[in-house]
C-alpha cells in the first residue's frame, strides 16, 4: 500500500490510498473513520488483480473541504462516480462500502448502474430497511449522536479532550477491538475544526433537506431507490452503532442476485475486526459472475 496520493474528481483534490493494478475496486469509508479502514482489504484486493483504492471522503483531511457545503449523499455518490472516471472509467470495477460509504455505494450504482459489475456494503443497510426499526427506543438510544449533531452544539462536544467522544463511539459501536491505531487515524483527519464541521455536516444534511444540493438532485433521487447492479451485504453481529436487527430482511431491499451475510463476533467496523472473514467474503462475491 503506497503513501497518500491525490487525484482530482467532481471539483475536489481527494487523498487516497492503493494497490495493486487492474479493474477498479473503489473502497469507501464512513464515520468516525478514514481510508486506512481498508488497509487489509487494499492487499487482498490487489492480490486478487484490482487497483483497489481508498480515498478519504470529501471533508476529510488530506481531501479538501467541498466550497458548495454539499454533503448529502448524493453528493458522495457523484464523488464515487467521478472517482471511477478518474481512474479510468473501466467497466469491470466494483464497489465497496462501510457506513456512510455504503450509503454512497448504494446511491453511486443505482444511478450509474454502467460503471460498477458488482458491489459490497457493510454496516450500514439501505434507506428502507434502516427504517423498519430506526425509532425503536433501543437503536434510538444507539443513534443519539445524530441528533447531537443537529445542534450547534455538536463540534464542541466532539473536539472536546482531544476528541474522546470519538474513542467512546468505538468503543460502543466494536465492543472488545482494540481500535487505537484507527480512532488516531480518524482524529488525524478530523481535528481540524473546518474538517470536523464537514463530517458532521453529513449527518446535518441526512435530516434537514435543505441543506441539499440541487446540483445532485438526480444522485440523491438514486439513494432513495433499489438499484441493479447486485450487493453483498456484511452486518456484525455485535454492532453497537446499528443493531443487527435491521440487517434481518435486508435482502428484500436489495437489488435482484444480492446476498447477506451477519459477521459473528464482529462490531460495527466488521472489515476491521474479522479481516480474513471480510476478505473471503468479499473476494468470493467478486468473483462471481
Given at each position: 500500500?503506497?503513501?497518500?496520493?491525490?487525484?482530482?474528481?467532481?471539483?475536489?483534490?481527494?487523498?487516497?490510498?492503493?494497490?495493486?493494478?487492474?479493474?477498479?475496486?473503489?473502497?469507501?469509508?464512513?464515520?468516525?473513520?478514514?481510508?486506512?479502514?481498508?488497509?487489509?482489504?487494499?492487499?487482498?484486493?490487489?492480490?486478487?488483480?484490482?487497483?483497489?483504492?481508498?480515498?478519504?471522503?470529501?471533508?476529510?483531511?488530506p481531501t479538501e473541504v467541498p466550497k458548495d457545503g454539499a454533503y448529502q449523499v448524493g453528493a458522495l455518490a457523484a464523488d464515487a462516480n467521478a472517482l471511477h472516471e478518474a481512474f479510468g472509467g473501466d467497466a469491470d470495477a466494483v464497489l465497496v462500502g462501510h457506513d456512510w460509504g455504503a450509503a454512497a455505494t448504494y446511491a453511486a450504482v443505482a444511478h450509474a448502474p454502467e460503471r460498477w459489475r458488482r458491489s459490497v456494503a457493510l454496516s450500514l443497510p439501505p434507506f428502507g430497511a434502516l427504517l423498519s426499526t430506526f425509532f425503536d427506543y433501543a437503536?434510538?438510544?444507539?443513534?443519539?449522536?445524530?441528533?447531537?449533531?443537529?445542534?450547534?452544539?455538536?463540534?464542541?462536544?466532539?473536539?472536546?479532550?482531544?476528541?474522546?467522544?470519538?474513542?467512546?463511539?468505538?468503543?460502543?459501536?466494536?465492543?472488545g477491538y482494540d481500535a487505537a491505531r484507527d480512532v488516531a487515524y480518524a482524529k488525524e483527519c478530523l481535528r481540524d475544526p473546518e474538517h470536523l464541521a464537514a463530517a458532521i455536516g453529513y449527518y446535518r444534511a441526512m435530516l434537514d433537506p435543505s441543506l441539499h444540493v440541487p446540483a445532485y438532485a438526480a444522485e440523491q433521487e438514486s439513494a432513495e431507490r433499489v438499484g441493479e447492479r447486485p450487493t453483498l451485504y456484511l452486518h456484525g453481529a455485535a454492532d453497537g452503532c446499528l443493531d443487527v436487527g435491521l440487517a434481518r430482511d435486508v435482502e428484500g431491499w436489495l437489488p435482484p442476485g444480492s446476498r447477506?451475510?451477519?459477521?459473528?463476533?464482529?462490531?460495527?467496523?466488521?472489515?476491521?475486526?474479522?479481516?480474513?472473514?471480510?476478505?473471503?467474503?468479499?473476494l468470493e462475491w467478486l468473483a462471481a459472475n
Open positions: 500500500m503506497t503513501e497518500i496520493a491525490t487525484i482530482q474528481a467532481n471539483g475536489l483534490a481527494f487523498g487516497y490510498l492503493e494497490a495493486g493494478s487492474g479493474p477498479l475496486a473503489l473502497c469507501l469509508h464512513g464515520f468516525p473513520d478514514s481510508a486506512y479502514t481498508w488497509r487489509h482489504l487494499l492487499p487482498a484486493l490487489a492480490d486478487a488483480g484490482y487497483h483497489a483504492v481508498a480515498p478519504f471522503l470529501r471533508g476529510y483531511a437503536q434510538l438510544k444507539r443513534s443519539f449522536y445524530v441528533f447531537l449533531f443537529q445542534t450547534p452544539l455538536a463540534e464542541a462536544a466532539v473536539s472536546t479532550g482531544d476528541m474522546a467522544f470519538l474513542d467512546g463511539l468505538w468503543a460502543d459501536w466494536s465492543p447477506s451475510r451477519i459477521v459473528a463476533d464482529a462490531g460495527h467496523f466488521v472489515q476491521l475486526e474479522r479481516p480474513a472473514e471480510v476478505g473471503r467474503l468479499v
